[in-house]
């Protein structure tokens, strides 16, 4: 079975300093690779994704995430923070050839910027 | 931002009383997916549709029902509500052009608290 794991629950940080969200994933068959993010009571909104080709991926608001196979992990990283940035952050799984296209999500990790 | 309303966004009901949640998009997308979001498990898969009257079960199916009879509805109904079932629940659409890397579409949420 398939399952995600976010190694940190609770991320505080300071405005201007680097963020790195870890995530690790455990699956027997290839996968696409998902980060959404959840600001203060709304839905989830999709971060970047990893689909194939370059291991690094860009998505909106300056963040990015690498793909290591070898480690199984997808961490999410911005090089400096924004008090906007406080939010949820979901990093997520799909079997490539899942037809559902059912999302297995990790527990979330919640990302406080502070001034 | 896609189309899709849940509604109510609040509820509180008893234990016992059956409740039904709607999902509405104006997207036209193939696929939709009902989720539930509880503290520390992030968000978990209860039903999805992959068309009109095509529907199958997610992770956590127990106690709920769903129905499709319109592309453009989805809704997920509690036949007898238990404490349990007290979550914020997540609809998503999925356009499927592009088979399991798709995108997923939240929408805002609904509260339900049952008493």
């Known amino acids: 079975a398939q399952s995600v794991t976010q190694l940190d629950s609770q991320v505080p940080v300071f405005e201007e300093a680097p963020v790195e969200l870890r995530c690790n994933y455990s699956?027997?068959?290839?996968?696409?690779l998902f980060w959404y993010v959840q600001y203060p009571n709304q839905g989830l909104q999709l971060l970047l994704k990893y689909l194939s080709g370059s291991t690094l991926v860009k998505g909106i608001n300056g963040f990015e995430a690498e793909f290591n196979k070898s480690q199984t992990s997808f961490h999410l990283r911005k090089p400096s923070v924004h008090i906007s940035d406080t939010a949820e952050y979901f990093c997520a799984v799909n079997l490539r050839d899942n037809q559902g296209g059912k999302l297995i999500f990790g527990q979330g990790t919640e990302l406080s910027v502070k001034p | 931002d896609a189309g899709i309303t849940q509604s109510p966004r609040h509820k509180v009901t008893e234990t016992g009383t059956p409740v039904t949640l709607r999902c509405h998009q104006t997207e036209n997308h193939r696929y939709m997916y009902w989720y539930r979001q509880d503290p520390g498990h992030g968000l978990r898969l209860i039903h999805y549709s992959y068309g009109v009257k095509d529907t199958d079960k997610g992770e956590v199916s127990d106690g709920y029902s769903v129905s499709r009879s319109k592309t453009e509805d989805f809704l997920l109904t509690l036949e007898s509500a238990t404490s349990s079932q007290t979550s914020v629940y997540f609809c998503a659409i999925s356009p499927r052009t592009s088979g399991a890397g798709d995108t997923q579409y939240f929408g805002p949420g609904t509260r339900l608290t049952v008493l």
């Open positions: 699956s027997s068959v290839s996968v696409y």
